[in-house]
DNA sequence: AGCGTCATGTAATGTGTTACATGATTCG
DNA sequence: CGAATCATGTAACACATTACATGACGCT
């Protein structure tokens, strides 16, 4: 009964908040509300069975806080599996898939790194961004070419092309932070 | 029986690319294979039965293609009530909830614009698109200078930081290739 | 006494994901 | 004739979304 579902987006922030310090849902709640975190997640509905699944897979526990009063809290923290899989999953290369279907996930796993897994891995982790980013530039600098030459009949509008102009920059942009990220942590 | 349901980002790209051209299920799956287009979906087995409720709710239409030949080929349109439907979604001014919880439609409803609404819509998107972007990269500076001032602990990692950095690059590059695709269109 | 916040959830619904399944053509 | 491609799907499962529900605590 291991469970080797992989993770959700969202079931990864939780994991790396309450690694940062133990939570309970209303703290993580709070913080989807008012940070960039938010992203995330949109509403309790999704915060409290993340948790419930994340707790029947071991990878966290929660205990009532308060039982003396009558308004109990229950407070989640990393159990060492839930430490074990939280290294196994940042130190996972970036690969295309990940940058093309699900970017912030990266993001995400980079923020969390830094207090879990060490430097090597985190620079070993912006090298595969960055080579992946790069690929994927010019994979997508390939189809944008594609759509200019091979015919711009007479009455199609530019937006589509457009639209790819800025997928291009915007993964230039990643590659380019990566780099300079690099070099800080250097 | 009107189905007011919001169309998934997954149909709204599916819509556009049918009203770009007619095309089966084949053909969208070839795309989604081949192009950046990809991002928005990962097998047949979401894009059939996107298919299936897009004609359910009367925004295509599809008739088979080879009845002669053994392996038929249901070729999709677009219904006028589909067309109106495009029309109404793409021009929604572009919101902060869009940008902070799926960008990715942001940028899908430029796209299609091009060939389905007017020159003077797609400006207001853009000028839509640039306040809310501007106004989200203020958002974000404020939790990044909140996450240095009032407390750089002496352990804590920089990369939360740095990956919110890269959030609010983003975010300003989006805003910045807007102000530049305005003044291209204008 | 009442309102806002704290704190935890459940229920219904729909959709994406993954894997599998089937058969017809075309090309070498 | 065999393999790749054309072309269409189905089934199981899990997850996110939305809305709703409950009740205690603190403050005025």
């Not at 897979?57 to 923290?77: D, F, H, M, Q, W």
């Not at 985190?122 to 997508?140: G, P, Q, T």
């Not at 800025?166 to 300079?180: H, V």
Request: charged share 25%; aromatic share 6%.
């Amino acid at each position: 009964m291991k469970e080797n579902r992989r993770l959700t987006a969202l079931e990864l922030a939780i994991l790396g908040m309450i690694h940062e310090s133990p939570k309970t849902g209303y703290d993580l709640c709070k913080i989807f509300e008012t940070t960039p975190m938010g992203h995330y997640s949109s509403s309790p509905g999704s915060t409290y069975p993340a948790l419930k699944r994340l707790e029947a897979r071991g990878v966290i526990s929660g205990a009532v806080n308060r039982e003396t009063s009558l308004r109990p809290r229950k407070l989640y923290e990393v159990t060492p599996e839930g430490t074990q899989h939280l290294i196994a999953r940042l130190s996972e290369p970036v690969t295309r898939d990940e940058l093309v279907m699900s970017e912030d996930e990266t993001l995400l796993r980079f923020a969390f790194m830094g207090n879990v897994v060490g430097l090597s891995v985190v620079i070993s982790f912006l090298e595969s961004l960055i080579k992946e980013a790069d690929a994927l530039v010019k994979e997508f600098e390939a189809h944008y070419q594609s759509m200019t030459t091979n015919g711009q009949p007479p009455g199609k509008a530019p937006t589509p092309r457009l639209a790819l102009g800025y997928g291009i920059e915007s993964c230039r942009g990643l590659a380019d932070w990566a780099r300079r990220t690099l070099e800080d942590l250097s």
